[in-house]
Nanobody, 128 residues
Framework: EVQLQASGGGLVQAGGSLRLSCTASGFTFTDYDIGWFRQAPGKEREGVSCISSSGGSTYYLNSVKGRFTISADNAKNTVYLQMNSLSPEDTAVYSC?????????????????????WGRGTLVTVSS
């Protein structure tokens, strides 16, 4: 059974940091790229950051560039999202997903295509 477990969310003040983890099981980790997506109340889901299985390619939403860093530990089947300089606009439920390699990383991370494997989200709340 494919499982993606996101963790690390919580309440943080503006300017603070959090590190999210996405641990995968039930499939060969390197067969998929991994992405972080978020959905704020009343807004559509958006791709935040994605990383290729090799770690050689990454994608970032413009609004998080320079603040968020995605990384992977293939030995642990885990992808991390280090989030610094958080602002209230980053408040959302963050979910990770296994991205097929049929199209480019940016394609899926931009919200196109069909993603079959999603993990349950973790809530990030940034207070002002």
């Amino acid at each position: 059974e494919v499982q993606l477990q996101a963790s690390g969310g919580g309440l943080v003040q503006a300017g603070g940091s959090l590190r999210l983890s996405c641990t995968a099981s039930g499939f060969t980790f390197t067969d998929y790229d991994i992405g972080w997506f978020r959905q704020a109340p009343g807004k559509e889901r958006e791709g935040v950051s994605c990383i290729s299985s090799s770690g050689g390619s990454t994608y970032y939403l413009n609004s998080v560039k320079g603040r968020f860093t995605i990384s992977a530990d293939n030995a642990k089947n885990t992808v991390y999202l280090q989030m610094n300089s958080l602002s209230p606009e980053d408040t959302a439920v963050y979910s990770c997903a296994a991205l097929p390699k049929l199209q480019s990383l940016a394609y899926y991370c931009s919200g196109y295509g069909t993603i079959f494997y999603w993990g349950r989200g973790t809530l990030v709340t940034v207070s002002s």
